[in-house]
T-cell receptor
Framework: GENVEQHPSTLSVQEGDSAVIKCTYS??????FPWYKQELGKRPQLIID?????GEKKDQRIAVTLNKTAKHFSLHITETQPEDSAVYFC????????FGPGTRLSVLP | NAGVTQTPKFRVLKTGQSMTLLCAQD?????MYWYRQDPGMGLRLIHY???????AKGEVPDGYNVSRLKKQNFLLGLESAAPSQTSVYFC????????????FGQGTRLTVV
């Protein structure tokens, strides 16, 4: 089955700096790669996604890149703000929907 | 516009007791999933369903059973609860076999003592 790895597990950045989280997946049949943000005690919420026929997608301060050949994709957050502090999960969807272990991002004021 | 609703939100069980968690979605979604989330860990897939009447095992299925008798409902059963099943359980649904957003329920916090 699909296996998704995610790095780093924790990340601290200064407010205004950029943050990058990287994921790899194993199943070449996976064709949809979303990123979720989870605040403490709440359900995961989609922040951006990318499909297998696209290499990059951007939405304001958030961007995602996908390298299908290498089976890895990354989340980039620019101009980080304290409210970006949360746990971020990548996921890969083919037949099933598998999540990475998460990255705890802390944005320091 | 409820989306995905989980019942109950909280539950405490004694070891050996059984219970069923209900996930209901009103978006006519084909795919439904049950995950567990433990402290410091991600969302681990327990079981999933690709349509009414179908179920399949995820990465951590032992100790759980599921049923999808109606398209809108996906039930997760614990036949004999164990302390290792103490966790937060999330249900999610997606629209089709391709690539659509997963909508999550609000979670069920289960404690087995």
């Amino acid at each position: 089955g699909e296996n998704v790895e995610q790095h780093p597990s924790t990340l601290s950045v200064q407010e205004g700096d950029s943050a990058v989280i990287k994921c790899t997946y194993s199943d070449s049949a996976s064709n949809y790669f979303p990123w979720y943000k989870q605040e403490l005690g709440k359900r995961p919420q989609l922040i951006i996604d990318i499909r297998s026929n696209v290499g990059e997608k951007k939405d304001q301060r958030i961007a995602v890149t996908l390298n299908k050949t290498a089976k890895h994709f990354s989340l980039h957050i620019t101009e980080t703000q304290p409210e970006d502090s949360a746990v971020y999960f990548c996921a890969a969807k083919g037949q099933n929907f598998v999540f990475g272990p998460g990255t705890r991002l802390s944005v320091l004021p | 516009n409820a989306g995905v609703t989980q019942t109950p939100k909280f539950r405490v069980l004694k070891t050996g007791q059984s219970m069923t968690l209900l996930c209901a979605q009103d978006m006519n979604h084909e795919y439904m999933y049950w995950y567990r989330q433990d402290p410091g860990m991600g969302l681990r897939l327990i079981h999933y369903s690709v349509g009414e009447g179908t179920t399949a095992k995820g990465e951590v299925p032992d100790g759980y059973n599921v049923s999808r008798l109606k398209k809108q409902n996906f039930l997760l059963g614990l036949e004999s609860a164990a302390p290792s099943q103490t966790s937060v359980y999330f249900c999610a649904s997606t629209g089709d076999v391709l690539n659509t957003e997963a909508f999550f329920g609000q979670g069920t916090r289960l404690t087995v003592v």
